[in-house]
Nanobody, 120 residues
């Protein structure tokens, strides 16, 4: 059973920074793309940032220049560095990983989510 566990959320003032981490554990052959999604109350879940196993990245327009996604392929951890945070960044942030198991089948695994609140 593969699990993703996020950490690093919390309360921060506008203009502040947070760093989210998401660690994958279990029997894993390989992880393809990893990504961060967020969902604010009353809104649909949206992709924030994604990174491939080769390091290619893409970001939502709303976070470009402020957020940076990175990963450690040895430890199976994905990070999201969030700078210049705004109140509209407030949401539950979840990570997702495309996990390849020992039978070479691929499935998406989601974390439980971590709350990020940007408020003065």
């Amino acid at each position: 059973q593969v699990q993703l566990v996020e950490s690093g959320g919390g309360l921060v003032q506008p203009g502040g920074s947070l760093r989210l981490s998401c660690a994958a554990s279990g029997i894993i052959f390989r992880i393809n793309a990893m990504g961060w999604y967020r969902q604010a109350p009353g809104q649909q879940r949206e992709l924030v940032a994604q990174i491939t196993s080769g390091g290619s990245t893409n970001y939502a327009d709303s976070v470009k220049g402020r957020f940076t996604i990175s990963r450690d392929n040895v430890k199976n951890i994905v990070y999201l560095q969030m700078n210049s945070l705004k109140p509209e960044d407030t949401a539950v942030y979840c990570c997702k990983a495309e996990v390849v198991n020992l039978r070479y089948s691929t499935r998406d695994v989601w974390g439980q989510g971590t709350q990020v609140t940007v408020s003065s």
